[in-house]
């Protein structure tokens, strides 16, 4: 697994670069939809998410051992794999928490044996009913009053500011929000502080303890990115002081080797150079073939931030003719290039975090 320093590294790009080729990922194996597990079809179908079985679980079995106190973020689409789906395994590794994003995600979860602690703050509390057990996020004083107001009782996480800037109570008025907290009724279950990605293991970790600096004292501090060694460090300097530390992409996709994403071609036609095609009526620049993949918007599926074509086949990248349809995606291929058969697959290249695939097959 890739590290950064001499440990597990706490950031890294929750992008699937295309495939290396490796023969793991050419096996059949099981797949699941959401709905249980039934054998892979012969051939591929719809956008699929192939995992390294052994490999992935080996992974996370390391992150778990390098990270005490671990409490799995499963938040949005669960980081590709489902949120109940990675909920259920966080349970069968041993968890008692996890990490959902917000309020509304609570529901995908409710059927497992776990607390939930939910990491964005909400305004919704009038108008959403949350359970007692559940763990919610304020960082401001207008959020804790509406949490005072509408959900009194109940473990509750106070977020500090970090120089991501995005919500938290300044340090120095912890105290004074724990104090009000406390006389609603509420406990404290930890604070939390999230630095940014941006930087080294050494400014986040510079960042964080002269935050822990200021925190009352005895109260438990929940971290994020911050690599395995930068977080025992934070530790040891702090003995009398409980962490637990927040992780969601190095847990679940900390080596990208395990994961490819494919989606599968279902047609292809031949086009002369000049020919329009596709909803915009696009000339193609010469002749070639038109490849028509399963993958469109309503999987997460666009060009990348440059611009570029995600989709990769034979280690070249295939052009878009357009942007991709809502559940298809049309690319081209100069004459004289490799053309994928029908029924073949190519690489895609996205973000998990923001892809709803077909299935997931595990090898």
């Known amino acids: 697994m890739a590290s950064a320093l001499s440990g597990r590294s706490a950031a890294g790009s929750d992008e699937l670069a295309r495939s290396g080729g490796t023969s793991r990922f050419e096996r059949d194996g099981e797949c699941h939809t959401g709905g249980g597990r039934s054998a892979v079809a012969s051939r591929p179908m719809g956008l699929t998410l192939y995992v390294d079985t052994a490999a992935w679980r080996s992974m996370i079995d390391g992150v778990r051992r390098d990270f005490p106190d671990l409490i799995p973020v499963v938040k949005g689409n669960g980081y590709g794999f489902g949120r109940a789906f990675l909920a259920e395994q966080a349970a ?39 359970p007692e057990s559940a763990t919610l996020t304020v960082g401001s004083f207008e959020q804790l009053e509406h949490l005072v107001r509408h959900r009194p009782r ?16 300044d340090v120095g008025d912890i105290a004074a929000a724990l104090d009000t907290l406390q006389s609603a009724g509420g406990v404290l279950h930890s604070v939390a502080l999230h630095p940014p990605l941006a930087g080294s293991d050494e400014e986040r970790r510079a960042e964080v303890e002269a935050l822990i600096d200021q925190l009352p004292d005895e109260t438990t501090v929940t971290l994020s990115h911050l690599g395995s060694e930068h977080y025992a460090r934070v530790r040891e300097r702090y003995p009398k002081r409980r962490f637990a530390i927040r992780l969601g992409s190095v847990l679940w996709h900390g080596d990208k080797s395990t994961l490819v994403l494919r989606a599968t071609v279902i047609d292809v036609h031949e086009v002369r150079g000049g020919e329009r095609v596709g909803y915009r009526g696009v000339a193609v620049p010469s002749d070639g073939s038109i490849v028509i993949l399963d993958a469109g918007t309503s999987h997460g599926v666009h060009p990348l931030a440059n611009g570029d074509s995600p989709f990769h086949s034979s280690r070249r990248r295939l052009a878009l003719v357009e942007a991709p349809h809502m559940h298809v995606s049309l690319a081209f291929v100069p004459a004289g290039e490799p ?13 998990l975090i923001s892809t709803a695939v077909d299935r997931i097959a595990w090898l």
């Open 92 to 130: 069968a590794f041993g968890a008692t928490e996890v990490a959902v994003g917000t309020v509304f995600e609570l529901g995908a979860i409710a059927h497992l044996p776990l607390r939930a602690t939910v990491l964005t703050p909400s305004l919704d509390l009038d108008k959403v009913q949350v």
């Open 339 to 351: 053309v994928p058969a029908i029924g073949d697959e190519v690489d895609v290249q996205r973000p």
């Open 154 to 169: 109940g473990p509750v996480v106070l977020k500090a500011m970090t120089t991501v800037r995005r919500h938290g109570f």
